[in-house]
Antibody, heavy 123, light 108 residues
Framework: QVQLVETGGGLVKPGGSLRLSCAAS????????VTWIRQAPGKGLEWVSY????????YYADSVKGRFTISWDNANNSLYLQMNRLSGEDSAMYYC????????????????WGRGTLVTVSS | EIEMTQSPATLSVSPGESATLSCRAS??????VAWYQQKPGQAPRLLIH???TRANGVPARFRGSGAGTEFTLTVSSLQSEDFAVYYC??????????FGGGTKVEIK
């Protein structure tokens, strides 16, 4: 079954760190463009970070640049988001999602999403 | 950053009627728009890409249209499972992907 499962969320104090994981089944991350998108409680969607299949195409939203690091592990077929210097504004449900194809147009929208993992930053 | 503005924020519709949702981009984005549906407690689901192409398995009652700065998602003959929040997303300005604020379609 093709699916994504996020883990690693939880309660963390401001200034703390957290590492999110996204495990893929039914396909290999090394073949797809994938992304992290977050949603604060009751709010809309915000793109966070993006990585290409070779791992050499990486982008971050300005709001997380310098604090968050995206990576993937081919051996475990997992995607990660290392989040440092967290603040209350980072509190959100974090989704990993996969783009359907490798053509330019099909890299930038997402047809497979995980159920998300909740990050709460609070003292 | 390209801003995506959705209207209305909430749309009250009776089952069986049609719903028309709007999304406006702050600058020209050709047809580089996707639409998603999100139900409470669930992840978003891709409905439309390229402004008008339905994703796999999406019923024909979902129709996307528009180009440039004005886009529309029309849901015909609303079914109970269609009541949800809908988001548009632009990808013209990659990698700075941006989403609209969402339109909630609720039962009238």
């Amino acid at each position: 079954q093709v699916q994504l499962v996020e883990t690693g969320g939880g309660l963390v104090k401001p200034g703390g760190s957290l590492r999110l994981s996204c495990a893929a089944s039914g396909f290999s991350f090394s073949d797809y463009f994938v992304t992290w998108i977050r949603q604060a409680p009751g709010k809309g969607l915000e793109w966070v970070s993006y990585i290409g299949p070779a791992g050499n195409t990486i982008y971050y939203a300005d709001s997380v640049k310098g604090r968050f690091t995206i990576s993937w592990d081919n051996a475990n077929n997992s995607l990660y988001l290392q989040m440092n210097r967290l603040s209350g504004e980072d509190s959100a449900m974090y989704y990993c999602a996969r783009a359907p194809g490798s053509s330019w147009a099909s890299r930038w929208y997402f047809d497979l999403w995980g159920r998300g993992t909740l990050v709460t930053v609070s003292s | 950053e390209i801003e995506m503005t959705q209207s209305p924020a909430t749309l009250s519709v009776s089952p069986g009627e049609s719903a028309t949702l709007s999304c406006r981009a702050s600058e020209e984005i050709s047809m580089n728009v996707a639409w998603y549906q999100q139900k409470p407690g669930q992840a978003p689901r891709l409905l439309i890409h390229g402004a008008s192409t339905r994703a796999n398995g999406v019923p024909a009652r979902f129709r996307g249209s528009g180009a440039g700065t004005e886009f529309t998602l029309t849901v015909s003959s609303l079914q109970s499972e269609d009541f949800a929040v809908y988001y548009c997303q632009q990808y013209k300005d990659w990698p700075l992907l941006t989403f609209g604020g969402g339109t909630k379609v609720e039962i009238k």
